[in-house]
């Protein structure tokens, strides 16, 4: 594993294989980060990107990997091949999406893989919000390790904007709902440094997330900072996507104009 892990770092070019998983270990070690979180679904990543990702995070923190929806079976097949730790299913609106999920994971794995895979889903629609009380009810739940709120995609389900009371107090209510099952809640969607440690007061979450970084939530911090590490720490990742061919020059400047708006 190590020798294939060398093999595939040695191809990289620009933002330095060093930098980064320095930025990894500062990440995980000063800032309470627990996990690099891709996507084939909104980042659309190819297998090929996510391998060299793997290989980079090798050692320092574990690789989740957002697929295409709930029974996106060749992902999951895909992945699992790349031994990635977790896998988190999009869009679970229903006791029958999130059934179709773990079915497909089933399939996929043997017994123990199963065991050990890190099991995700996303609740992210309006829809998925009205269902919550039966999928946090359902057989398939007991399977479930995190869930994650989406708060921008719920937002654009509500027709509301991120600062909506209505969408705070929806994100709210979900979380307790959550956390009363025992289940490890997530927040994630438009994270910013200005108003992180007050979304956090107010909605109580276990662990919150950027794109591609997600952390514990300990009450007695303050997570600006964790916020700015990360989000710079995704500036440089574009830059290494972009260096290895995997997305445009302009994909890479759109997304970190929109990480910089974020910083300032």
């Known amino acids: 594993m190590e020798e ?11 933002a330095s294989q060093t930098r980064i998983r320095e ?11 627990t996990s690099v979180k891709l996507s084939t679904e909104d980042a659309a990543m190819s297998f090929e990107q996510i ?61 123990m893989r199963f065991e050990t895979l890190d099991k995700h889903i996303n609740i992210e629609t309006a829809v998925a919000l009205e269902n919550l009380d039966k999928i946090l009810n359902s057989e398939s739940i007991q399977f479930i390790d995190e869930i994650t709120i989406g708060r921008k995609d719920l937002s654009k389900s509500m027709n509301c904007g991120l600062e909506d009371s209505n969408l705070t ?9 959550i956390r009363f099952k025992g289940i490890p809640v997530s927040i994630g969607g438009g994270i910013n440094i200005h108003s992180i440690d007050d979304v956090l007061k107010q ?41 290895m061919g995997f997305i445009s020059r302009e994909e890479e400047s759109c997304r970190t104009k929109e990480i910089q708006e974020r910083l300032n």
């Open 203 to 243: 909605i109580k979450p276990q662990k919150f997330n950027t794109r591609l970084i997600t952390f514990d939530v300990n009450t007695n911090k303050t997570y600006q900072k964790s916020v700015f590490e990360a989000l710079n720490f995704e500036v440089l990742a574009l830059k290494n996507d972009h260096s």
């Open 169 to 177: 107090q929806a994100v709210k209510e979900a979380v307790e709902k």
């Open 23 to 33: 930025s990894l270990r500062r990440l995980q070690t000063l800032f309470g980060a």
């Open 4 to 14: 294939k892990r060398l093999k595939v770092l040695k191809g990289m070019k620009g």
């Open 51 to 111: 391998r060299r990702w793997r290989a980079i995070c090798q050692d320092i923190i574990p690789v989740v990997v957002k697929i295409g929806g709930p029974n996106a079976r060749n992902d999951i097949k895909q992945l699992i091949n790349l031994e990635v730790e977790g896998l988190i299913a999009p869009m679970v609106e229903s006791v029958y999406g999130l059934d179709n999920y773990v079915d497909a994971l089933k399939d996929y794995t043997t017994p």
